[in-house]
């Protein structure tokens, strides 16, 4: 099987789910009455935080290697990421015992790049530019044979990111609303994709940081802004939204709500606190935006997509540097 | 009924297990396939950092609330307490709609005080030194009537806190250790307890501070040293053991094993990046103390009580104030 042409469909999604059943968790939907209290909402949180290798990109990254054929898989793959995708593409190939090589800027965040090697990739160096990247990968493409997994822009990328939302549809009845991070767009989409497809009458919003809300910016325009510079401490959510991503946002008619960084850190606080589960800025912004936009949000019975929880404990050294 | 003189028995396990059982949390039973391989044993982590309030206190607390009669009940309860026992005699207390007074020294954990005051209770500051604390609860039971639940030596609290182990054995077979901290011993003597009585082929161990270790020392010696000055990070575990803590450490022949910060802080550390749950210094310890001593647990099945996830945010300036 060769990477598809088309946009994944609800039937990919569920293709999908039993591809990588054997492999992924079934995350656990947490509950907080504190929260729901001092959100004025019913909220159902889906735990992807405690997914195997700390994030939803595990859904995607595992359907993508497992959906190669065998001929194919056997070169391996190749990406780019500078956090989370990557350490779940080396997870996935790891799982289905082919080489994988991720590709780093310089200057990625220290504890996810020690994760993606740990997983048993082969780390490559580049600058932290796009073309850089890029061409770094193309590179390595044609050394090895390597099938390229885009982080967000590949169907099969899409179309798993898209099972942890069904799994939560399937869990909680008469959800209203379902909050997913935008940031690639490849969790947001998928998410969309499940909603329109399995709970119709559920509506996807999703969240942007105003740092980095090239999304919101896209929908507006109604054309995909194709430059900016990303300024936010959420830092899974700061690339540019991938095409595919973005005409699937635009076709299923997609809410997305931006949110400062200082709301996003004061709801991760939150969360930590009340519910002791260490989840990271980047899925802190799901819940930001609940707690921001109550005209959206009161009252109704909403899932949030809790989507990784790789903090950088570097970064806090209060407790851990003494 | 009024608290009983005798040291609780397998009995008042079973008894605080069905009084506590309508508000209690049932907490899950975690595993980590990672940190299995790195302390090279069988880990069942009993969550009390998801109990009600975020520790094991609250089984204790409850337990002790709720067996009191009508007539004292009404009188309100009062404790002494820097942390978690103050926050969840707090919440137990309004579950039953009576009063609760809990004296707090100058200079305690910010955040817990906040939560016992959350929950409602009227606080009373005193100086930080025993008899202060003391003399400020006798003050409030003779102006009020209110019932002293001690936090680790009423009976009362020991049965309820050994309701946690049990659970746990209930759970899991063939466990052949269980784990836990030690500051007053309330939580130790009622795991011990637990152990003995409903799995006599599991062996409880504590796990102190090398900062706090009287307990260690008092074993060690036979009799309870009755003076020393804590320093150690596990902020829950700076009290002396008990006196019927002590005689039941003591009787049932649990082994103690001392654990430095350091080796407490890194065990915390992973166990945030690897299970991405806020455990707090005082739990993390009984990880440390399996990492540390692998003499005693290579190989085999051992539970580990996790007793709280209170963590003081403010202590982590890193992400929270930027």
Known sequence: MTIPADPPSAQD???????????????????????????????????????RAGAFKFRGACNAVFALDDARAAAGVVTHSSGNHGAALALA??????????????GALRSKVAAIAAYGATLHTSAPTTAAREAKCAEVQSAT??????????????AGQGTAAMELLNTVDGLDLLVAPVGGGGLSSGTALAAAAFAPQC???????????????????GERVAQFTPDT?????????????????RRLRVQVVTVDDDATVAAMR?????????????????????????????????GVILSGGNVDLDALPGLFAR
Chains 1, 2 share one sequence.
């Open 13 to 51: 999604i569920l293709a999908a789910a039993a591809r990588i059943a054997p492999y992924a968790h079934a995350t656990p939907v947490l509950r907080s009455r504190g929260i729901d209290a001092l959100a004025g909402c019913e909220l159902h949180f889906k735990a992807e935080h405690l997914q």
């Open 145 to 158: 044979g390597a099938t390229l997994v885009h982080p967000y822009t590949n169907p099969w990328v899409i």
């Open 93 to 106: 190939a790891r799982l289905r015992g082919i080489a994988c090589h991720v590709v780093v800027p310089e």
């Open 233 to 249: 401490v959420c830092d899974g959510l700061r690339t540019l939204v991938g095409e595919p991503n973005f005409a699937l946002l």
């Open 270 to 302: 939150l969360f930590w606190q009340r519910c002791k589960q260490l989840i990271e800025p980047s899925s802190a912004i799901a819940l930001a935006a609940v707690l921001g936009h109550r005209e959206i949000f009161a009252g109704r019975r909403v």
């Open 203 to 221: 509506r996807a919003i999703g969240a942007e940081p105003s740092g980095a809300a090239d999304t919101f910016e896209s929908l507006r325009r």
